[in-house]
């Protein structure tokens, strides 16, 4: 199976692979396939870079972005199933260049990484009703540890540095707005220092 035959995947195709109870999570926590498909071509600027998902949920950015690609994604995701669930599916269309990590994106090296993927992970912390699921603590207190050390940890990033927003209104330190979509939800940055 391909993502791109007969014709690129949609959203409904790529989510009827996922457990019910992660599909209906979609709508809501997953990029969908056109946004995954469009950041993916800003931040793979060369051959090889290697991108990294901070949150990565059911693999559905890291999966596509990929597959529509040759930079190497990896995701990062602190819940367990979540990452199991996406190395089943990037096996199942035969997505290679592509791996999922369980770990908090707070103990990820990003001086591995060239390129960077973020929507709006921590948001969970702050508004209870928007939760995934009851398996990690959820506390306002993380969201304004998360948000302060990702933003220290990119600001040592080198100049050239591109990163990615997905909704949600963090501003990363010393990176230039080089794009910005209709409603603001997507947002393509550079580092500039
Ligand atoms: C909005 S979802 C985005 C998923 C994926 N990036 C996509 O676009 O399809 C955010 C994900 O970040 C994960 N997450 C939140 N805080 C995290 C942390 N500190 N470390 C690792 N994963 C985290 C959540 O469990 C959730 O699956």
């Given amino acids: ?3 791109f035959s007969p014709r690129f995947i949609s959203d409904k195709e790529f989510d009827d692979n996922f457990p019910k109870e992660i599909e209906r999570l979609s709508g809501k926590h997953w990029a969908p396939a056109t946004i995954a498909k469009r950041a993916a071509k800003f931040l793979v600027n060369r051959p090889g870079i ?11 950015f890291c999966i ?6 040759d930079g190497f994604f990896t995701g990062v995701e602190q819940r367990q199933n979540l ?8 096996q199942h269309y035969h997505v290679s260049n592509v791996k999922f990590v369980h770990a ?7 001086s591995q990484y060239d390129a960077f ?3 709006n992970a921590f948001y969970e912390n702050i508004e209870g ?9 959820l506390d306002p207190e ?3 540890r998360y948000t302060l050390i990702l933003t220290e940890k990119l600001s040592k990033m080198p100049a050239g540095t591109r990163l990615v927003t997905y909704w949600g209104e963090w501003m990363p330190e010393g990176y230039e707005l080089v794009y910005t979509n209709g409603n603001d939800s997507l947002r393509f940055w550079e580092r500039r220092e």
């Fill in 117 to 119: 993927f973020f929507y």
């Fill in 104 to 110: 908090n994106v707070m103990d990820i090296d990003f």
């Fill in 83 to 90: 990452c199991e669930v996406a190395a089943t599916i990037a």
């Fill in 50 to 60: 290697k991108v990294l998902d901070i949150g990565s949920g059911a693999g559905k």
């Fill in 129 to 137: 009703g928007n939760a995934i699921d009851k398996s990690v603590d």
């Fill in 142 to 144: 993380l969201y304004q």
């Fill in 64 to 69: 596509i972005g990929a597959a529509c690609s």
């Fill in 1 to 3: 199976m391909n993502i």
